[in-house]
């Protein structure tokens, strides 16, 4: 019954907008019990413990010596866990893998650092979430809403940061099981759709970057069928005006896929602001402010395609510095 379920003596702070609840098809997760507005801070939440080594190399052993210097009202929390809200976990480096987060800040190069986080784990993964973690701050883990969360419904992070750029299937096999968001019912036309935008996004990227999401350059030719598109892109040869058109497209296929929330939006802005400062020639630098100066992505999509095929006086030396900062990553 899950009104004896381990799970409702999980201790969840007075303040916190959600209470833990049976998820259908999912084992547990959290559900609004007040509307929490887009923006806002959902839960900030500390670690029990952290252990500093990739998870591919942490076993029981680790695990259970971290668990012993943790007080012993945590610990009664830890045995708490159930695997998938059900069963117990047959191993505590198990019970790591199924509940953690990694801590460690990229930004400064840090070692991967796993943190158990008993009440965040028990949001459950949508391709189309409606909270986000943006950053870690001193190991201690924040969400915060990417839309309106109405009472009642459910609360759910994406698990993996590339998702927007991979289709259902590819989501699904990273995953190892199936997602049922509105991005991922099969029949539907959104998912249909969905597909189709999330590989151009990661096709866009590709053409913008030079390499696919794992640094690499592709060898088949599955992402940029174009051979001469993708020797551009490769050798950084793409026109500026491409570029920010590349750039305008992206934002609008995030858009539409819900998952162009504030923070992804401060994530990528600086890289489309310095694209729009790079423009020399006097008309095309005419056509991208008044594309930025539209309202909406796709008014500024529609604007931008102003520069479709047309040269700039900075192409080449873009193309130059491009190649330079290309051999020293």
């Known amino acids: 019954m899950s009104t004896q379920h381990p799970y409702r003596r999980l201790k969840v702070p007075n303040e916190t907008p959600f209470k833990l609840g049976p998820s259908p098809g999912k084992g547990w997760g959290a559900f609004a019990t007040r509307r929490i507005v887009r923006g806002s801070l959902i839960m900030s939440e500390k670690p029990i413990f952290v252990i500093r080594m990739p998870h591919t190399e942490i076993t029981d052993d680790h695990v259970t010596m971290a668990f012993r210097h943790v007080p012993p009202s945590q610990k009664a929390q830890f045995l708490l866990l159930r695997d998938n809200g059900s069963t117990r976990f047959t191993s505590m480096n198990e019970a790591l893998a199924e509940n953690s987060f990694n801590v460690a800040n990229s930004d400064r190069g840090e070692p991967e650092a796993h943190g158990l986080f008993l009440l965040h784990s028990r949001f459950n993964h949508s391709c189309v979430p409606n909270s986000n973690i943006p950053s870690i701050s001193e190991e201690i883990i924040s969400s915060f809403a990417t839309r309106d969360i109405e009472v009642g419904e459910e609360i759910n992070l994406c698990y993996n940061p590339d998702f927007q750029c991979r289709t259902r299937y590819e989501r699904h096999q990273a995953l190892r099981f199936a997602c049922e968001c509105v ?53 950084f040869s793409i026109p500026l005006s491409s570029r ?86």
């Open 183 to 235: 991005a991922c019912l099969p029949g539907t036309p959104f998912q249909r759709v969905s597909d189709m935008r999330r590989r151009l996004i990661r096709g866009l990227q590709y053409l913008a970057h030079g390499a696919d999401l794992d640094g690499k350059r592709q060898i088949s030719r599955s992402i940029i069928v174009d051979p001469k598109l993708k020797m551009m892109a490769e050798t």
């Open 244 to 329: 920010l058109i590349y750039s305008l497209l992206s934002f609008f296929f995030l858009e539409e896929e819900g998952l162009l929330d504030d923070f992804m939006e401060a994530r990528l802005r600086p890289s489309l602001t310095k694209t729009v400062r790079l423009f020399k020639s006097e008309t095309n630098q005419r056509i991208v402010l008044q594309a930025m100066e539209q309202k909406t992505w796709l008014q500024r999509l529609q604007v931008g395609f102003g520069l479709y095929g047309r040269e700039d006086a900075a192409d080449y030396e873009v193309t130059l510095a491009l190649r330079r900062l290309r051999q020293f990553l």
